[in-house]
């Protein structure tokens, strides 16, 4: 299943990683072991290092592993969510469809 995986280092965590070196070495390896589709960095809107990476999961067991990292190297925030192609929702068109149907006013 694809998945958008959002992280948020604290700034705390962020300049120790930086000032020791070690910032842009883990990352690239957390990112790495996904495998990412595409991965993006970024300022969020707190002014926290931020990361969005799209990625698949083949199964839930695989959540702790894919946070973990993210915890215990920078003390992160991470949110998971699935995600759809234009592909993806196209082939959903009969699901929307049939659930318009049954719940639709």
Known sequence: MRML???????EAGNAAAQAGTL???????VAGLKP??????SDDHGQR???IVF???????????AEPW???FDAQVSL????????????GPSIAA?????GV
């Open 37 to 42: 589709e595409a991965a993006y960095f970024h």
């Open 99 to 103: 659930a318009v149907e049954a719940y």
């Open 5 to 11: 995986l959002r992280v948020s280092i604290p700034v």
């Open 24 to 30: 842009g070495p883990t990352i690239e390896r957390i």
């Open 50 to 52: 931020s990361a969005i």
């Open 81 to 92: 969510q699935p995600v759809m192609t234009p592909q993806d929702l196209t082939a959903a």
């Open 71 to 73: 915890f215990l190297a």
């Open 56 to 66: 698949d999961m083949t199964e839930t067991s695989q959540i702790p592993a894919i």
